[in-house]
């Protein structure tokens, strides 16, 4: 009797122990489902590998972006965004956004003028005084796309150079067949830049 009863107490605990394995491994499946969920359909986790976007962000700064800021509205101007690189498809590049869908955009004397403005756009983001590539410009923004500069103007590569870019990979072989690639269309944006993580923290409230 004894004994039978040490044999039924061995086996309860051998089921709890089975339980209490599976209840553990059940969690670990759960956590990575939730994990992959976040990565591809919520966050974006992005590590900065430029100086482009400084002093926003600098050269191996973590960030986090938000895959679903843009699920009910489109991006609004001066919004840091991640997008696919027009010219390669595939690239994730970070920059702000300038000029939204239809507007007119000119680049004069190191300012920035919407839609022939008497008034430039407020940048008081802009590291340094804006010297290269700061004249001469007027962008056209089609309807389903966005004008996207860096706030590092003197060092970033951004829609100024992006048409240039496009002749010298190949992609394209005249200006006019380049000009598209000078734009961000809307399905190639991933998200918005909300916080950096590392190596401080920092929540992008007002940028």
């Given at each position: 009797?004894?004994?039978?009863?040490e044999?039924?107490?061995n086996?309860?605990?051998?089921?709890?122990?089975?339980?209490?394995?599976?209840?553990?491994?059940?969690?670990?499946?759960?956590a990575?489902?939730?994990?992959?969920?976040?990565?591809?359909?919520?966050?974006?986790?992005?590590?900065i590998p430029?100086?482009?976007?400084?002093?926003?962000?600098q050269?191996?700064?973590?960030i986090?972006g938000?895959?679903?800021?843009?699920l009910?509205?489109?991006?609004?101007?001066?919004?840091v965004?991640?997008?696919k690189?027009?010219?390669?498809?595939?690239?994730?590049?970070?920059?702000?956004?300038?000029g939204?869908?239809?507007?007119?955009v000119?680049?004069?004397?190191?300012?920035?003028?919407i839609d022939?403005?008497?008034?430039p756009?407020?940048?008081?983001?802009?590291?340094?005084?804006?010297?290269a590539r700061s004249?001469?410009?007027v962008?056209e923004?089609?309807?389903?796309?966005?004008?996207?500069?860096?706030?590092?103007?003197?060092?970033?590569?951004?829609a100024r150079?992006?048409?240039?870019?496009?002749i010298?990979e190949?992609?394209a072989?005249?200006?006019?067949?380049?000009?598209?690639?000078?734009y961000?269309?809307?399905d190639?944006?991933i998200?918005r830049?909300?916080?950096k993580?590392?190596?401080?923290?920092?929540l992008?409230?007002?940028?």
């Amino acid at each position: 009797m004894e004994k039978e009863l040490e044999k039924k107490e061995n086996e309860q605990k051998e089921e709890k122990k089975g339980s209490t394995l599976w209840e553990f491994i059940k969690i670990i499946i759960t956590a990575c489902i939730v994990a992959l969920v976040l990565n591809h359909f919520v966050i974006i986790n992005a590590v900065i590998p430029s100086e482009s976007m400084e002093n926003l962000l600098q050269i191996d700064d973590r960030i986090f972006g938000n895959r679903l800021s843009y699920l009910f509205h489109g991006p609004e101007r001066y919004d840091v965004v991640m997008f696919k690189y027009p010219v390669d498809g595939e690239t994730i590049y970070i920059k702000r956004v300038i000029g939204l869908p239809g507007e007119t955009v000119e680049i004069r004397d190191a300012k920035i003028y919407i839609d022939g403005a008497k008034e430039p756009l407020k940048e008081n983001y802009l590291p340094e005084e804006w010297v290269a590539r700061s004249d001469g410009y007027v962008f056209e923004v089609p309807e389903d796309s966005y004008l996207m500069l860096g706030d590092n103007r003197n060092w970033s590569e951004d829609a100024r150079s992006w048409a240039e870019c496009a002749i010298e990979e190949g992609v394209a072989s005249t200006q006019e067949e380049a000009l598209p690639y000078t734009y961000v269309h809307k399905d190639t944006i991933i998200g918005r830049a909300v916080m950096k993580y590392y190596p401080h923290f920092e929540l992008f409230l007002n940028i």
